[in-house]
C-alpha cells in the first residue's frame, strides 16, 4: 500500500466525480458533501463502470442492474435489483460482493489516495 498524489484538489469540487488511473486501476474519486471518496471504478457485480452511478443514502448505486455500495465501507446495501424480476434471477446466480474502497487525503492543496 502507498500514497499517491492523484489530482489537484481544486479539480474535484463537490459533487464532482472523476476517474483516474493509479497502478493500471480505473480509481473513480467522488465528492460527495465535501467529502473525498475513492472506489474502484468497476462494479463487482459484472465489472461494468460505477462512474455515472446516483449517489442516494451514502452509496452509490450501480447504473446498469442497480446494485447499491456504501461509499465509505464498499459493502454491498442492494443486489442487482434491476430490471425487476430479472435482476432478482441475476443476482442468486452471482455472489454479492462489495467494491474496493481506497483511504483518501488531503495534503497541500492535492487529492492522495492509499493503494
Ligand atoms: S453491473 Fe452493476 S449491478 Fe450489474
Redesign the pocket.
Known amino acids: 500500500m502507498s500514497w499517491t498524489k492523484v489530482l489537484a484538489q481544486n479539480e474535484l469540487p463537490n459533487d464532482a466525480r472523476k476517474v483516474v488511473k493509479v497502478e493500471k486501476r480505473a480509481i473513480l474519486l467522488l465528492n460527495h458533501n465535501n467529502e473525498i471518496y475513492a472506489l474502484e471504478n468497476s462494479?463487482p457485480?459484472?465489472?461494468?463502470p460505477l462512474k455515472k452511478g446516483k449517489v442516494t443514502d451514502g452509496a452509490i448505486v450501480?447504473p446498469?442492474?442497480?446494485?447499491a455500495f456504501d461509499l465509505k465501507t464498499g459493502n454491498p446495501t442492494l443486489w442487482?435489483p434491476f430490471p425487476p424480476g430479472i435482476g432478482k434471477l441475476?443476482g442468486m446466480m452471482s455472489t454479492q460482493k462489495g467494491v474496493a474502497v481506497f483511504p483518501t487525503r488531503i495534503e497541500e492543496g492535492s487529492i492522495w489516495v492509499e493503494i
Open positions: 462494479c457485480h459484472l465489472g461494468l450501480c446498469f442492474h442497480r446494485s442487482t441475476m
